[in-house]
């Protein structure tokens, strides 16, 4: 693989600066914005890891923002230029225990693009650790953290020791739970979320769509081949995460790291149009939690994904009527979207081989539009709440949800995680 030739496509002019005298096996990414109140305590969990994993990870920080002017005021840039100047200093906190380098995103002429935002601040590190990893042996590793999540003592020996025995992964994400909010309004907003992150994972688990993976950017890490042949990190102030995880699914298998857990913060927050931050926020200022997906959608998903692997026809008219047989709202979304079309592609460009065509199938109706399908049933499925989603994706996949896990949302999320720690570790989902 060609990285040079990709490094050189994606420079940014920005410059690494406490330049690491040798290579490493691992790269850990952090943007920074704005965050003196909360990267000391990341760096403190991350510098508690000790051993090789810890000396064989360049951790690179992203300090970023947009132009003074679109940041809604200098505060925040000030801060940057503080951290930065402390940085320079050798006098942030926990700095001395790790291998750490950072890149000014900051300063005139060096800023983030409003519109890329935080996606761009992790792509210009991932990019740049390319430069700074060795390649002589199995693949490096590239994590993504946040500068407001907590790691546990094992966290860099739990990924390494996942990627060393899962040679085929193209990347995985990591188990996760939030810390409790500030208060008990932002705790409950914090419950309340991740349960609906829960609840659409399982419902695609469900399906048994190859999607079935929860998207936190605090929470990833991947290959540096599959970085690359995915692309690399997306250019999007929000949602980078997403659409990267999914380019890179369509590289390689994803799995999941049970054997460590991140701790993403439960702030409110305005930095991204949406994600964690912000639905905290509309949580907290509406007194409402989120509405739930209906979980009939997940099982038309399933009876599709079933009828594509297992009775995939090559007579147009007699899969067009399998299909109908399913659900009309389903007939609808793929009409619109030109499927048929594209199951003709598919089958002439593709090899007589069934796992080939399902994943061809899968290329197509990849995570972005599964999520717009979801969308498009609402109509017709309307939204729902918390526990009548839970007790319906549970009852008709034929799972009990205990009745401990219907006292409150708390015992509930609990369950879920408990529940997703259990069958992921016994490889049964």
Not at 284 to 296: D, I, L, R, T
Not at 313 to 340: P, V, Y
Request: aromatic share 12%.
């Amino acid at each position: 693989m060609n990285f040079q030739k990709y490094i050189f496509k994606n420079k940014s002019g920005r410059q690494l600066e406490n330049i690491p005298p040798r290579t490493f096996k691992n790269a850990l990414v952090i943007p920074v914005c704005a965050e003196s109140e909360y990267l000391p305590r990341t760096l403190e969990s991350l510098a508690d890891n000790h051993g090789a994993g810890l000396d064989d990870t360049l951790v690179i920080l992203v300090v970023n923002n947009p132009p003074p002017v679109s940041l809604g005021g200098s505060a925040k840039f000030a801060e940057n230029r503080e951290t930065l100047r402390l940085l320079r200093a050798s006098q942030f906190p926990f700095q001395e225990g790790l291998n750490l380098s950072w890149i000014d995103a900051s300063a005139s002429g060096f800023e983030i693009n409003l519109k890329e935002g935080v996606g761009a601040a992790r792509k210009i590190g991932m990019d740049k650790a390319l430069e700074f990893l060795d390649f002589t042996g199995a693949s490096p590793i590239i994590i993504s953290l946040d500068s407001d999540t907590l790691v546990e003592r094992n966290y860099l020996a739990a990924i390494g020791g996942y990627f060393s025995s899962n040679g085929v992964k193209a990347g995985a994400t990591i188990n996760f739970e939030h810390q409790p909010g500030r208060t008990a309004e932002e705790d409950a907003a914090a419950i309340s979320y991740e349960l609906f992150m829960r609840y659409y994972v399982q419902g695609l688990r469900i399906s048994r769509s190859p999607y079935a993976y929860n998207v936190l950017g605090s929470a990833m890490a991947c290959r540096a081949e599959d970085y690359v042949r995915a692309g690399g990190m997306r250019k999007r102030n929000g949602g980078e995460d997403f659409y990267f995880l999914q380019a890179l699914r369509k590289t390689g298998e994803i799995g999941q790291i049970t054997e460590t857990t991140v701790r993403p913060s439960s702030r409110m927050s305005d930095r991204v149009p949406f994600g964690t931050g912000p639905r905290i926020s509309q949580i907290v200022e509406s007194g409402k939690g989120p509405m739930f997906y209906n979980p009939e959608i997940f099982f038309i998903l399933k009876k599709l994904f079933f009828l594509i692997e297992h009775e995939m026809a090559t007579d147009s008219g007699s899969f067009e009527e399998s299909i109908s047989d399913i659900d009309r709202s389903l007939t609808a979304f793929l009409i619109e979207n030109k499927f048929f079309h594209e199951w003709g592609k598919i089958l002439n460009n593709t090899p007589k081989d069934k796992k080939k065509i399902l994943w061809a199938f899968h290329t197509w109706f990849d995570a972005f539009r599964t999520l717009k399908f979801v969308h498009f049933c609402e109509e017709r499925y309307p939204e729902t709440s918390l526990m009548d989603a839970y007790g319906g994706l549970f009852g008709k996949s034929g799972t009990i949800l205990p009745e401990t896990a219907r006292q409150s949302e708390k015992k509930l999320l609990e369950f879920m995680r408990g529940k997703e720690q259990a069958c992921l570790e016994q490889d049964i989902f």
